[in-house]
């Protein structure tokens, strides 16, 4: 059975960072971060491949830095300049299928979860 769990979440002031980790068998060939805003639906931020290759969603690219550490099985998300729109629960995901025509960003092509982890933004 497969388990993810996620670790440093907290509540930062703006402008703050933050460091999230997320320890996942080290076979998983796709690890990712999404979150899931108060109300909203859950989106993917980044995703690391099993050579280390990282593929950021668009809307977050600048201030999100995604990385994977082979040889303790972590996958850890850095953000920095927190803003409230960041405030969410952050998930840890895995896909087990390699194979994919683009690095899968969407919470449906992931079949593994973690329980998540919060990040509160205040201003």
Known sequence: QVQLM???GGSV????SLRLSCRAPGYL???AWFRQPPGKQREGVATVDGDGGTTYADSLKGRF??????????LRL???SLKPE?????????RDQRLTTRPP???DEYNYWGQGTQV???S
């Open 6 to 8: 996620e670790s440093g």
């Open 13 to 16: 002031q703006a402008g703050g």
């Open 29 to 31: 060939y796709w690890l």
């Open 65 to 74: 830095s995604v990385s994977r550490d082979f040889t303790q099985n972590t």
């Open 78 to 80: 850095q953000i920095t």
């Open 86 to 94: 960041d405030t969410a629960m952050y998930y840890c995901a895995a």
């Open 105 to 107: 960003l969407r919470a």
């Open 120 to 122: 509160t933004v205040s």
